[in-house]
């Protein structure tokens, strides 16, 4: 054990190491300064603000930047939609993949705009080499230059007096893709093919097994797509069992690049935030609160996971389960990663808005499931997706300073700017969203015939199946328990919305919110100014985190993950 934790220690530790550089080099990005890049990008970047017709220089108001970001949205997911429909006509399909129905095509084209990346589809046969790249592949680039260009908005809105503009929409996606994306994963699929990740334009290879029989496997361009998979924390896997598959993840080394690229982005970001708002402290106090909330859930899912089923290793118990469960929860996990790196793994996917898993979440301990149900709904704050983690814990951080406001008796105020009823009321409508989407589709799933035809297990855990799906869903995560059909008409039609709404009905507020902050003044601190560059505000953005997700969520992860360990504890199994 003191092993495993030492490697869980170390691994924050290479994140902090990442997430500091990378942190302060998007600042210097995002504010339009020289890097080491520029002589290389800079050219490439004035040909596309030429062809797209687009003038650097001219920066745009909240609601001009949002109506930009949802039109664009809405012209990818028109592409992806129609690309999908009629794959089967298209060329590079050695797979003879077909054209999707219109409910799972929008249901999938949804899913990778909105940075989801939920699978309904049987992932190596249910598409080609053309959608991989041209439609997958360049969408998991766009959909998390997307969600990072909304906190960079956010961040603006903070730092700026009497601003009517929050940047430029055009300019900042350009950038996100050109010099923060595109470099880093050209470096990370050299070095997963180093590793045996695979990269071909086959649809498949055989092999002659120990026995002697010949097995045929699917291949294709992996490796490209699994680079930006992992750093714009997407998550969709070119195999159905994602990084548990030994061609997309098949070293430890690669499981471990694969974690600290899923968090780099989001935990270099509150360095970014901090070094753009002339206070780095204020970054720190941010990364803090997120990795706390890392700690906690690494340290649910690790103690559960290696406890174990009590009812396969008490007295009793056939001899195969007891070797199986020694030591800890096996149950679907690869050996080659053991339960140590199977639980980082699960903490790491869904604290971020990703869906790329090494193990089955739905083997996992009731509560080291129900652990990693609550990172997403909690708003993936945990560290949280690109962008999409630092602009939802800022939202936190606007109500926790509200909150000490109320406790001082005096206007709260971030960053020098005064939060008055019109942010507060935005910052709750989208934390509302978000809870009203997860519980919302929940209970029509376990209230409706179609709802209830389509998860595998009874019990609790049935009911666990039907909300992991819907929180995944909103959360923009698109990790799943195993044993839900997700791909019936109700399911594709239901959580292809539930995307739609854990998306843009939080993206928006967050927008107007920056409009809101930006036009106001800049007030200097006084005797009482609630600190938010301190311990005690990481704290207290901890706590206005876990109760909000308490009392929001408690109740319903009361009839699912904690019911289920309470009954197998006394026995009874599902």
Not at 214 to 219: E, G, I, L, Y
């Amino acid at each position: 054990m003191a092993f495993d934790i030492a490697r869980l220690i170390g691994f924050v530790v290479l994140l902090t190491g990442i997430a500091v550089p990378l942190g302060l080099y998007m600042a210097r990005v995002y504010q339009g300064e020289k890097t080491w890049l520029t002589p290389v990008l800079a050219p490439v970047e004035r040909f596309v603000y030429r062809v797209g017709g687009v003038d650097p220089s001219g920066e745009m108001p909240w609601t001009v930047y949002a109506v930009s970001l949802l039109l664009f949205n809405f012209a990818c997911f028109t592409i992806l939609y129609a690309m999908l429909r009629f794959q089967g006509s298209l060329p590079l399909n050695p797979t003879g993949a077909v054209g999707m129905s219109p409910a799972l095509a929008f249901n999938t084209a949804v899913s990778f705009v909105t940075n989801t990346n939920w699978q309904a589809y049987a992932g190596e046969t249910g598409v080609s080499h053309l959608i991989q790249m041209a439609g997958f592949t360049w969408q998991n680039f766009i959909s998390a230059a997307t969600g990072i260009t909304v906190a960079i908005a956010l961040i603006r809105g903070l730092i700026r007096k009497e601003s009517r503009t929050v940047g430029n929409f055009w300019v900042d996606l350009t950038r996100t893709w050109l010099y923060v994306l595109l470099p880093i994963c050209l470096v990370l699929a050299v070095v997963f093919v180093s590793q045996g990740v695979v990269q071909t334009m086959a649809g498949s290879v055989s092999a002659t097994t120990v026995q002697g029989a010949t097995q045929t496997m699917s291949v294709g361009p992996v490796a490209s797509q699994e680079a930006v998979k992992v750093l714009g924390t997407n998550g969709g896997g070119f195999f159905n069992a994602n990084s548990a598959h030994p061609f997309e993840n098949p070293t430890p080394l690669t499981d471990l690049l694969q974690m600290l690229a899923i968090l780099a982005i989001p935990a270099g970001l509150t360095f970014t935030f901090g070094k753009m708002a002339g206070n780095l402290k204020q970054g720190v106090t941010v990364f803090a609160a997120m990795a706390i909330l890392f700690a906690l859930s690494v340290g649910v899912m690790y103690g559960f996971e290696t406890a174990g089923n009590p009812n396969l290793t008490k007295a009793g118990a056939d001899q195969v389960a007891s070797v199986t469960q020694a030591g800890g929860n096996m149950e679907g996990k690869e050996v080659r990663f053991g339960i140590t790196d199977s639980a980082l793994f699960g903490s790491v996917t869904t604290g971020a808005s990703c869906g790329a898993v090494n193990a089955s979440m739905s083997s996992m301990t009731p509560l080291a499931g129900g652990m990693a149900m609550l990172n997403i709904a909690l708003g993936e704050v945990v560290f949280g997706g690109a962008g999409a983690g630092l602009y939802g814990m800022l939202v936190f951080a606007i109500l926790a300073v509200f909150i000490a406001g109320l406790m001082v008796g005096r206007t709260p105020e971030f960053l020098g700017k005064k939060i008055g009823p019109k942010d507060i009321k935005l910052a709750m409508f989208a934390v509302l969203a978000l809870a009203a989407g997860i519980l919302g589709f929940a209970a029509l799933g376990v209230s409706t015939p179609a709802g209830m035809a389509g998860r595998l297990s009874v019990g609790p855990h049935g009911l666990s199946e039907i909300l992991y799906a819907f929180t995944s869903g909103v959360g923009n995560n698109g990790s799943a328990f195993a044993g839900l059909n997700a791909a019936s008409l109700f399911y594709t039609t239901t959580i292809g919305i539930a995307m739609l709404i854990g998306r843009y009905l939080f993206i928006v507020p967050v927008l107007a919110i920056a409009g809101s902050l930006a036009a106001k003044k800049q007030v200097p601190p006084s005797a009482g100014t609630f600190p938010t560059d301190t311990p005690m505000f990481s704290g207290l953005l901890v706590g206005v985190v876990v109760i909000v997700g308490a009392l929001t969520f408690f109740p319903v992860l009361a009839l699912g993950p904690v019911l289920e360990q309470l009954l197998m504890t006394a026995g009874k199994l599902f």
